[in-house]
């Protein structure tokens, strides 16, 4: 059975700084590409980064683009997400993401694994 578990949310203000880590269980790690999204209240899911299997490729949301930086840890099954320079609007609840083979996408539908959520608050 496919988990995916995320931390390192929390309560942080604006102009500070998380690092978000989801570690993987039950799958390939290592040939699965993976993401992150980010749901705001009464918003829909919205991709924010994504890594290819190999690593060699990444992707982010222009939002986010220099800000945030993605990164996977192979042999801890790890993916993380350093968020630097928050601002109010990258509040939400934080998604991991997982696709056997990938090579990083933005559609949450290409993403047949997620895991629960990380929630991050960002004060003004």
């Known amino acids: 059975q496919v988990q995916l578990v995320e931390s390192g949310g929390g309560l942080v203000q604006a102009g500070g700084s998380l690092r978000l880590s989801c570690a993987a269980s039950?799958?390939?790690?290592?040939?699965?590409?993976m993401a992150w999204f980010c749901q705001a209240p009464g918003k829909e899911r919205e991709f924010v980064a994504a890594?290819?299997?190999?690593?060699?490729?990444?992707i982010y949301a222009s939002s986010v683009e220099g800000r945030f930086t993605i990164s996977r840890e192979n042999a801890k099954n790890t993916v993380l997400l350093q968020m630097n320079s928050l601002k109010p609007e990258d509040a939400g609840v934080y998604y991991c993401a997982a696709e056997l083979w990938g090579d990083g996408s933005m559609r949450s539908g290409a993403y047949p694994y997620w895991g629960q959520g990380t929630q991050v608050t960002i004060s003004s």
């Open positions: 039950g799958l390939t790690f290592d040939h699965s590409a």
């Open positions: 890594i290819s299997w190999s690593g060699d490729s990444t």
